[in-house]
């Protein structure tokens, strides 16, 4: 069964530092990933996905992702975070016609 | 074009006592999808409608969840009788293709039962 790992539960990050949230996804077939935001008494946003193609995938918020398929990973990245980048981020992957979600990380930035 | 809109917003009830949660998906989005977060867990996958059809029910925890979708618009999720372990959030999403486009979420719903 497909299923997704965030390695980080909470990433404490200065402002105008860069930060990486990691996901790591198990599967034996083709994989659809995705990233999503919840912001603070909001519903999920979708920050970027992978579905094929270039394995640099650029999202909202200057947020970008690289889908490595050696290393099963597709971690999250900002070279820059500002306050309001706080926020929850879930990874997912689609199986079996579904969203299947990682645990969930939690960027707190400082300023 | 509107999104996503769940309600009620917060739900506290005590525990024995039904709860009823509606989601009004996009205009036009066949496939409508439930899903749960208890406190400290992932997001976990509730069930599928493809228009008034469950395509796929197999995230629905027990018999005290029913979840109806009469005319391929709205659907409801109905916890009776509620129990403390219930507590969540209840997220509802939808989308007009297939799930690798990717879904649209709705607020959610914060359940309580106390």
């Known amino acids: 069964a497909q299923s997704v790992t965030q390695l980080d539960s909470q990433v404490p990050v200065f402002e105008e530092a860069p930060v990486e949230l990691r996901c790591n996804y198990s599967s034996s077939v083709s994989v659809y990933l995705f990233w999503y935001v919840q912001y603070p008494n909001q519903g999920l946003q979708l920050l970027l996905k992978y579905l094929s193609g270039s394995t640099l995938v650029k999202g909202i918020n200057g947020f970008e992702a690289e889908f490595n398929k050696s290393q099963t990973s597709f971690h999250l990245r900002k070279p820059s975070v500002h306050i309001s980048d706080t926020a929850e981020y879930f990874c997912a992957v689609i199986a079996g016609g579904k969203l299947i979600f990682g645990q969930g990380t939690e960027l707190s930035v400082k300023p | 074009e509107a999104g996503v809109t769940q309600f009620p917003s917060h739900s506290v009830i005590e525990k024995g006592q039904t709860v009823t949660l509606r989601c009004d998906p996009i205009s036009g989005h066949d496939n409508l999808y439930w899903y749960r977060r208890v406190m400290g867990k992932e997001i976990k996958f509730l069930l599928h409608f493809v228009k008034e059809s469950k395509q796929d029910e197999s995230g629905m925890p027990n018999n005290r969840f029913l979840a109806e979708r009469t005319g391929g618009t709205y659907s409801t999720l109905k916890v009776q009788p509620a129990e403390l372990e219930d507590s969540g959030v209840y997220f509802c999403?939808?989308?007009?293709?297939?799930?690798?486009?990717?879904?649209?979420f709705g607020s959610g719903t914060r359940l309580t039962v106390v």
């Open positions: 999403a939808s989308s007009f293709r297939t799930a690798s486009y990717g879904y649209t």
